[in-house]
């Protein structure tokens, strides 16, 4: 499975972004796709979480009401809207898919997308 994130860039405060995750390869195999952030000095941080099959969508308190993760089977593509932006939400953003084969389950990882929020 490769992973490849855009949307990122500079923002100001308060305005919004749409980052997406487009996945290829053994696309089949993802159970559960994933947002995470990490700034710099601090841990990866979990944004939020969908399942593949129905859904289920979740969000971090952190970015809860201000951020939807949504995703398109067809396109094998995953999102995340970001509004209301913060400057605490500048980070490198990474996309994450869960995976189970015959092999056992692994995680892969996008390159990251940089969000900058300015003000």
């Known amino acids: 499975v490769q992973l490849v994130e855009s949307g990122g860039g500079l923002v100001q405060v308060g305005g919004s972004l749409r980052l997406s995750c487009a996945a290829s390869?053994?696309?089949?195999?993802?159970?559960?796709m994933a947002w995470y952030r990490q700034a710099p000095g601090k841990q990866r941080e979990l944004v939020a979480t969908?399942?593949?099959?129905?859904?289920?969508?979740d969000h971090a308190d952190s970015v809860k009401g201000r951020a939807t993760i949504s995703r398109d089977r067809a396109k094998n593509t995953m999102y995340l809207q970001m509004n209301s932006l913060k400057p605490e939400d500048s980070a490198v953003y990474y996309c994450?898919?869960?995976?189970?084969?015959?092999?056992?389950?692994?995680?892969?990882w996008g390159q990251g997308t940089q969000v900058t929020v300015s003000s």
């Open positions: 390869g053994s696309t089949f195999s993802i159970n559960a």
């Open positions: 969908i399942t593949i099959s129905g859904g289920m969508p």
């Open positions: 994450n898919a869960w995976a189970y084969s015959d092999a056992g389950p692994t995680d892969y």
